[in-house]
């Protein structure tokens, strides 16, 4: 917070001819000004766009609207200003936050939010992102007529993961959900994270239509 106090609009208010001490008050006193005229008007984003940027990459649950969080940035920070974000999530802070030149910082307790969070701010050529999906699914396909190799990657987990897998997929489908981990698990990095949040996206769609057949939901 003590960043605000060098923005331009601090300055002007403060006149430059104050102290450090009373810079930061008046700096302390414009940021609450704004923050309780933004908290008491209408910050309902209902219709709006969200389907811009990363931001739908993945169906996190209990997303922000992008607007949200954009709005907070726009008015209480300026570009190069430091943006936290605590309980990051999938990052629509994060995200916003770099659209705005902002840089951002978030914390979460989920590795898979940290995850989705690094991949939708990290930026990427699309040509390659859809060569990488590309090259894993044929490696996968390959994967499939190995069955010792896709029966041994079942062994890297407990009983009750196993109890859930078999709980959710069919026999073949754990297969070839098999086959996809193995070859997205051979890309680089950052390649590697992209696909694994589309694979965890696809499985949690996988599990949602299951549970419509089953009348679990
Ligand atoms: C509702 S989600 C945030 C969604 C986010 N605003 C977005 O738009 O994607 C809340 C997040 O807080 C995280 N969380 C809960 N308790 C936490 C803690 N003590 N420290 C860090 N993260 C925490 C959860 O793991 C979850 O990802």
Same mark, same amino acid.
């Given at each position: 917070?003590?960043?605000?106090?060098?923005?331009?609009?601090?300055?002007?208010?403060?006149?430059?001819?104050?102290?450090?001490?009373?810079?930061?008050?008046?700096?302390?006193?414009?940021?609450?000004?704004?923050?309780?005229?933004?908290?008491?008007?209408?910050?309902?984003?209902?219709?709006?766009?969200?389907?811009?940027?990363?931001?739908?990459?993945?169906?996190?649950?209990?997303?922000?609207?992008?607007?949200?969080?954009?709005?907070?940035?726009?008015?209480?920070?300026?570009?190069?200003?430091?943006?936290?974000?605590?309980?990051?999530?999938?990052?629509?802070?994060?995200?916003?936050?770099?659209?705005?030149?902002?840089?951002?910082?978030?914390?979460?307790?989920?590795?898979?939010?940290?995850?989705?969070?690094?991949?939708?701010? #990290?930026?990427? $050529? %699309?040509?390659? !992102?859809?060569? +990488?999906?590309?090259?894993?699914?044929?490696?996968?396909?390959?994967? /499939? @007529?190995?069955?010792?190799?896709?029966?041994?990657?079942?062994?890297?987990?407990?009983?009750?993961?196993?109890?859930?897998?078999?709980?959710?997929?069919?026999?073949? #489908?754990?297969? $070839? %959900?098999?086959? !996809?981990?193995? +070859?997205?698990?051979?890309?680089?990095?950052?390649?590697?994270?992209? /696909? @694994?949040?589309?694979?965890?996206?696809?499985?949690?769609?996988?599990?949602?239509?299951?549970?419509?057949?089953?009348?679990?939901?």
């Amino acid at each position: 917070m003590e960043k605000m106090a060098n923005s331009t609009a601090v300055r002007e208010r403060a006149g430059g001819v104050v102290g450090a001490g009373s810079r930061r008050a008046a700096s302390r006193n414009w940021q609450y000004q704004i923050l309780s005229k933004l908290l008491r008007g209408d910050l309902g984003f209902y219709g709006e766009p969200s389907n811009y940027a990363s931001h739908t990459l993945h169906a996190f649950a209990a997303k922000f609207p992008p607007q949200l969080p954009r709005i907070f940035i726009e008015r209480l920070t300026k570009p190069g200003d430091i943006v936290l974000d605590p309980m990051v999530g999938s990052g629509t802070t994060m995200v916003e936050a770099v659209l705005l030149n902002r840089i951002g910082i978030g914390f979460d307790i989920d590795p898979l939010a940290l995850k989705i969070c690094r991949v939708k701010t #990290t930026s990427a $050529e %699309l040509g390659r !992102l859809l060569e +990488a999906g590309q090259r894993a699914h044929r490696r996968a396909a390959g994967y /499939l @007529e190995q069955t010792k190799l896709l029966e041994r990657f079942f062994a890297r987990f407990d009983s009750s993961t196993m109890d859930f897998l078999e709980y959710w997929f069919a026999p073949k #489908t754990r297969l $070839e %959900l098999a086959a !996809l981990v193995l +070859a997205i698990e051979k890309e680089e990095a950052f390649v590697r994270e992209f /696909l @694994e949040v589309l694979f965890f996206r696809f499985f949690r769609c996988q599990c949602i239509l299951r549970a419509i057949h089953s009348n679990l939901l």
